[in-house]
């Protein structure tokens, strides 16, 4: 039996790549570039403003002064072409969050890795807040269709083919490599159901 095109879980529409495509991402060899490529920021939403700006104080150490100059000027997030609300850039494709380090991976020292500096305060425990959700759910890219419903797509980036590479090695669904993110978004029982449904339509193939 051949998997559907998309697949309703709830009140979420799901694309059948998110059950067939493999990705895992391979940051050794990546360094986060997804936060310093393209031509818009991470898409967010009027409350996550909101907490990143309680954040600001705490991660503005760690900001470049490119981006403190951007965030001084128009704020945390913009309107894009769009008009989605996005987090402010630099440079036309920088992040402001970014922020670089030297990261011990493998055994090695791998240098001018891409960190985002709301995530990094969070992991030190200095901020209740992580990172938006639309970081945190990619490769999976989110849209809102009116009266609750959502579709979930898999998006195909370039600079992903190492996390490509790494998920088909690891034979790691796009749906497994995100649960966590899967799990705070929609959570912990819709995430089960997605999984009783990836079962069943991978049993019928």
Request: proline share 4%; glycine share 8%; aromatic share 8%.
């Amino acid at each position: 039996m051949k998997i559907p095109p998309i697949i309703q879980v709830g009140d979420v529409l799901v694309s059948s790549d998110i059950f067939t495509e493999r990705f895992c991402c391979d940051y050794a060899k990546c360094k986060g570039v997804c936060c310093v490529e393209g031509d818009a920021g991470a898409p967010v939403t009027l409350d996550e403003i909101g907490e990143i700006e309680q954040s600001l104080d705490i991660v503005w150490p760690d900001l470049s002064a490119h981006a403190q100059a951007v965030i001084d000027r128009q704020g945390v997030a913009y309107t894009d072409e769009e008009g989605d609300l996005v987090t402010s850039i630099v440079g036309g494709k920088d992040c402001v969050f970014t922020c670089y380090e030297s990261l011990k991976m493998n055994g090695s020292i791998v240098h001018n890795c891409c960190l985002c500096a709301l995530e990094k305060a969070y992991r030190a425990g200095k901020t209740s807040f992580c990172k938006p959700i639309s970081c945190a759910l990619y490769p999976i890219r989110e849209k809102q269709f009116g009266h609750g419903l959502v579709g979930l797509n898999y998006s195909r980036w370039s600079v992903c083919k190492d996390a490509v590479a790494l998920g088909k090695q690891l034979d790691m669904p796009v749906y497994q490599f995100l649960a966590e993110p899967l799990k705070r978004r929609f959570g912990a029982e819709w995430y089960q159901e997605l999984c009783s449904v990836a079962e069943e339509l991978l049993k019928e193939q």
